[in-house]
């Protein structure tokens, strides 16, 4: 038998999220199909890559070293199918400002592919808050930006669009509500909550808040993802974070599960953005033709 790219993506997909229900919504297909593929993987393989447990699928140690493999596979599939095509030739300065959360958990790869798509262009990155980032595009000392553009409000900016990362509700294992037919925010409210301050996440968590008659019982603000993720797997309280920043596990190895919420809770988006009325330079025109590229976005 042979390996099919499916296979991997339903591995990948089920390692990520620990659960083949949660895979088979993320992937818009049955549980069946998902359970199929990994037992045909595993016998393909000849190892076990996952542990059944009550609450989820936990990776073997071969699972583990599978995954990194799976990756790698991926990886080179897409840049395959996404041939880039804008010139290689492409050479120059390009200075990118980029928020705490873009730089940390969607950025590398993608400044990895680039460099290795424009070997001539020098790419200068920067991490900066949304303010300075503002200014910084307004008078000229980067060239472009990649933040969460669903904080811009800035008329003389351009924003685009790239990403729109769901935001769910994070839970220790075995927390009640992994059992509740439905979770919304009225039910979040009775939990103690961690709430995540760096790049303005608690003025956003806030915003949709607001909009009902339920407020969170904050009992710890922190600027660490990190420690979220600690005090979550740990059981000292719940957190409503987007998809991108999500990881089954903890530091510790503890599991960290994550729950669809019954409530309109917005995407965390992910994009572009830079002065409006110049013209793109050579380098800004290949940056922005490679996430258009990468996610499937229409020209403009």
């Given at each position: 038998?042979?390996?099919s ?15 083949i229900s949660q895979?088979a ?9 998902v ?13 076990g ?6 609450h989820?699928m ?9 995954l ?6 991926l990886?080179?599939v ?6 880039n ?10 200075t990118?400002?980029a928020?705490y959360?873009v ?9 990895e ?15 900066l ?29 351009v ?11 994070w ?19 009775e ?10 996440a608690?003025?956003s968590?806030l915003?949709?808040?607001?909009t ?14 990190e ?18 920043v ?8 503890r ?5 669809n ?5 917005p995407a965390?988006?992910?994009?572009l ?6 013209e ?21």
């Open positions: 038998m042979t390996i790219l499916r296979q991997i993506r339903y591995f990948v997909a089920t390692a990520e999220l620990g659960q895979a919504v993320d992937l818009s297909i049955s549980q069946s199909a359970t199929t593929a990994i037992k045909e993987l595993e016998r393909t393989v000849g190892v890559l996952f542990l059944r447990t009550p989820g936990d990776l073997t140690p071969a699972g583990r070293q599978f990194s493999h799976a990756y790698e596979i990886k080179k897409d840049e395959a199918v996404h041939l095509a804008v010139s290689s030739e492409i050479e120059g300065t390009l990118v400002a928020t959360t730089i940390g958990y969607f950025l590398p790869l993608h400044i592919r680039l460099r290795r798509l424009f070997p001539k262009l020098d790419i200068q990155l920067f991490e808050n949304r303010e300075s980032i503002e200014e910084g595009l307004l008078s000229n000392r980067y060239d472009m930006s990649v933040l969460l553009t669903s904080n811009i409000l800035n008329p003389a900016l924003t685009e669009k790239v990403l729109s990362s769901t935001r769910r509700l839970l220790p294992a075995q927390h009640p509500l992994l059992q509740a037919e439905t979770v919304g925010l009225k039910e979040i409210a939990e103690p909550y961690i709430m995540l301050t760096v790049d303005e608690a003025h968590a915003k949709y808040w607001s009902t008659p339920y407020q969170p019982r904050v009992i710890l603000r922190t600027s660490s993802v420690a979220v993720r600690s005090l979550v797997a740990n059981g000292q309280g719940v957190a409503i974070l987007s998809d991108m999500h990881r089954p596990w903890s530091l510790e190895g599991r960290i599960e994550t729950v919420i019954s409530d309109a809770v965390m988006d992910v994009g953005a830079w002065r409006r009325n110049i793109l330079s050579p380098p800004m025109l290949a940056f922005r033709s490679y996430f258009q590229q990468a996610f499937h976005l229409p020209e403009r």
